[in-house]
């Protein structure tokens, strides 16, 4: 029940107990402040009395419940919810989609792609209408230790970490995805191939970032330093990055965008994974922006 809590609100336990505490001492002090009003309109206990003192309660409630979130040091959450409430009834709902980050590494892209919708809450109100709010909802990832899972901690993100007979031969975690409401997934250095059923699960719902310009050096094995040490024993003058969605085959899917940069004599693998980085940097969280934009 709590981990259900947890998982749906997006939050971790020492933020879900304040949250608990901060309903219920906001609602105890709504009660107390509707009972003293009451005292003061010096109506008699009866109908009437039931009457007024659930139409205060509905009017004090939030406003206590706010309140009580700035010493519990939870008010972030509560306008956020409160924000949601308002706009479902004025109905001037923003359309949402939560994104799953599935990462085995650094986390470099993942946390260009968590800075990046992180910097939608300063849209005004009419840009918001012209993009999807995209809630970054969860990082998957299957190394414990991994960098990504520090990012995911210091951006307030839920983590789970998957092991592999489960990846494969289990749920494939979809109940997990389902769970925190994911509607698209990314990858952003995950090593692991796409299960096929995960894919049909997410059709066209998910997203890669290669190191290279498919079809060249891709497929299994080809990550990270690997494809740059392939692109310069080749010789190569340039290479790149691709972005696609997955499907069935190793780096194949339909290619969204590939981006260029030169390689000159000097490089090695090292300073060519610097400038694979900076475009890569430069070019997913937008490319992710569009797709769902588009959604
Ligand atoms: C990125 O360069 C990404 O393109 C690559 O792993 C790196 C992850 O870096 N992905 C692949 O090689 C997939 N075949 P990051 O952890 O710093 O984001």
């Known amino acids: ?26 609602g105890s002090l709504c009660g107390y402040g509707a009972r003293k009003i009451l005292l003061l309109t010096c109506l008699e206990s009866g109908a009437l009395w039931i009457l007024v003192y659930i139409l205060l309660i509905t009017l004090l409630w939030p406003a206590s419940v706010l309140l009580i979130s ?16 308002i706009s479902h009834f004025t109905g001037n709902m923003e359309k949402s ?6 990462a085995s590494g650094a986390g470099s892209n993942a946390e260009k792609i968590i800075q990046h ?3 939608q809450v300063n849209l005004t109100p009419s ?24 990012i995911a901690s210091r951006a307030g993100i839920p983590t789970l970490l998957i092991e592999k007979e489960h990846f494969f031969n289990g749920t494939h975690y979809l109940p997990e995805l389902k769970s925190y409401g994911i509607d698209f997934i990314v ?3 995950f090593l692991w191939k796409i299960p096929p059923d995960l894919i049909q699960a997410f059709p066209n719902k998910i997203v890669n970032i290669h190191p290279a310009l ?4 891709g497929g299994k094995g080809m990550y990270g330093n690997k494809v740059h040490e392939a692109v310069i024993a080749a010789a190569e003058k340039e290479s790149g990055i691709t972005i696609h969605f997955v499907d069935e085959l190793y780096d194949h899917g339909k290619v969204i965008l590939q981006a260029t940069c030169n390689i000159d004599e000097s490089d090695n693998a090292e300073s060519l994974a610097k ?21």
């Not at 989609?97 to 599935?102: G, K, L, N, Y």
């Not at 400038?275 to 588009?294: D, G, M, R, S, T």
Request: charged content about 20%; proline content about 2%.
């Open 97 to 102: 989609i939560s994104v799953a980050i599935f």
């Open 127 to 150: 840009e918001k209408k012209k993009h999807t709010k995209v809630i970054i909802s969860l990082i998957v990832c299957n190394k414990s230790g991994a960098g990504v899972l520090e």
């Open 117 to 119: 919708f992180a910097r």
């Open 70 to 85: 700035i010493v519990f040091g939870q008010f972030s959450f509560f306008k956020k919810y409160l924000i949601k409430i």
């Open 214 to 217: 498919l079809p060249k050096y």
């Open 1 to 26: 029940m709590l981990d259900k809590l947890k998982r749906r609100w997006g939050v971790n336990g020492v933020n879900l107990l304040l949250i608990l505490c901060t309903f219920a001492v906001g």
């Open 187 to 189: 990858l952003a250095g």
């Open 275 to 295: 400038k694979i980085h900076l475009l890569e940097h430069q070019h997913y969280p937008v490319v992710i922006e569009k797709v769902l934009n588009a959604k």
